[in-house]
């Protein structure tokens, strides 16, 4: 089976930075598309960055600018850097992995930016 886990959370004051990473264990080759996902406090879960196998990039508006989403497909790993963070950010992140028509997620990471 396949699993994902997450690092990289924690506590940091708004303005500051941090790096999430997300690793696939597993038989899983190839991964399609990696993003990111996040559900703060009373929310839904929503979108954040994604990155396609040729490295396109998708970004929510809210973290644009501000977040950067990179991959090293060889390691079944993608990444996260959050900078410029804001109270809003905080939230349990999740990774996700698009394999063909399968859908994988990691349990999360939490980020926690205080004012």
């Known amino acids: 089976q396949v699993q994902l886990v997450e690092s990289g959370g924690g506590l940091v004051q708004a303005g500051g930075s941090l790096r999430l990473s997300c690793v696939a264990f597993g038989s899983i080759f190839r991964i399609n598309t990696m993003g990111w996902y996040r559900q703060g406090p009373g929310n839904r879960r929503e979108f954040v960055a994604s990155?396609?196998?040729?490295?396109?990039?998708n970004y929510a508006d809210s973290v644009k600018g501000r977040f950067t989403i990179s991959r090293d497909s060889d390691k079944n790993t993608v990444y996260l850097q959050m900078n410029s963070l804001k109270p809003e950010d905080t939230a349990v992140y999740y990774c996700n992995f698009k394999y063909y028509s399968m859908d994988y997620w990691g349990k999360g990471t939490l980020v926690t930016v205080s004012a």
């Open positions: 990155i396609a196998s040729g490295g396109q990039t």
